[in-house]
Each structure stands twice: as structure tokens, then as C-alpha cells.
Nanobody
Framework: QVQLVESGGGLVQTGGSLRLSCAASGRALSLYVMGWFRQAPGKEREFVAA????????AYADSVKGRFTISRDNAKNTVQLQMNSLKPEDTAVYYCAASVSMVAVVRTAPQYQLWGQGTQVTVSS
């Protein structure tokens, strides 16, 4: 069984950048489609980005397109989310997730079987 651990969250000012990382243990990440989701207080968990097993293609929510970049390093068993031009509305707990789906990229939370514990991202105005 794969265990996912996120890191890299924190407090940043509007316009700043953060790089989240998701490290996997227990099994090769290359077996999974990977995704990032986020959940703000009082809101449902929402899709942020996803990446195919091979690294391409990728998919993004419209709200982060052009600002966030998802990438993976299967040799290191990690997935990253580079977040630039951060806005207060990006404030949320960010979760890394893994899916065994054969779809190239997966945008919906129920299709992910494995989840990390989350890392807090706070963007101050």
C-alpha cells in the first residue's frame, strides 16, 4: 500500500510562490495517476491538478491554470505542485492523491483511492 506525505505548505503573501511536494512510500508512484486537490474552510474539496503516470498529459482547474504547474519524478517517487502568483482565494488545505484509474488524467475525487494528510497553504492579502 502506498502512503502519501505532503510538505511545503506555509504562509505567503499575495503574489508569492510555494512548492508543494508529495512523497510516496510503499509502492512505486509510477503505477498511479496523481492529483492535487484542495479544501478551504466550509467548502467542498476541489480539483486542482492531475498528471498522467508518464508525466504527460496534465490537467488543471481553470482557477489555477497558468499559475500552477504539476510535475512528477517517478525515480524519486515524488509529485510536485509549483504555485506562483498566489491569491488569497488559494488558501486551503492541499491534498495529494493517487488513482489506479486507466484514464490519462483524473479530475474527480471519488476516482482517487489514496490520499495524503494534507498541508496548509495560507495566502495573506
Amino acid at each position: 500500500q502506498v502512503q502519501l506525505v505532503e510538505s511545503g505548505g506555509g504562509l505567503v503573501q499575495t503574489g508569492g510562490s510555494l512548492r508543494l511536494s508529495c512523497a510516496a512510500s510503499g509502492r512505486a508512484l509510477s503505477l498511479y495517476v496523481m492529483g492535487w486537490f484542495r479544501q478551504a474552510p466550509g467548502k467542498e474539496r476541489e480539483f486542482v491538478a492531475a498528471i498522467h503516470r508518464s508525466g504527460q498529459p496534465t490537467a488543471y482547474a481553470d482557477s489555477v491554470k497558468g499559475r500552477f504547474t504539476i510535475s512528477r519524478d517517478n525515480a524519486k517517487n515524488t509529485v510536485q505542485l509549483q504555485m506562483n502568483s498566489l491569491k488569497p482565494e488559494d488558501t486551503a488545505v492541499y491534498y495529494c492523491a493517487a488513482s489506479v484509474s486507466m484514464v490519462a488524467v483524473v479530475r474527480t475525487a471519488p476516482q482517487y483511492q489514496l490520499w495524503g494528510q494534507g498541508t496548509q497553504v495560507t495566502v495573506s492579502s
